[in-house]
């Protein structure tokens, strides 16, 4: 299994835990309606949607990243020349 190096990017996995919990305080009421929901509804819905994107973000940003520090960068296992 390849080891992942932790990058600043990953915060980003933050945002909906601190959205949903944070930002009970701010949807706690259930007016206005937002497409026929109550505010508070639409807000968790609406976290379940951003968290799916962040989500993507993320994997495709790991994607790109080249993993370094596995077992295949070791020097010591290389086979000598002749």
Partial sequence: ???????????????????????????????PFVLGLPFFLFWIVASVVATSAIMWVVWTLDRRQPIRGGADDDPAEEEPSP
Wanted: glycine content about 10%.
């Fill in 1 to 31: 299994m390849p080891r992942t190096r932790f990058r600043p990017y990953h915060l980003l996995a933050l945002l909906p835990t601190l959205g949903l919990l944070g930002g009970m305080w701010f949807a706690n009421r259930a007016e």
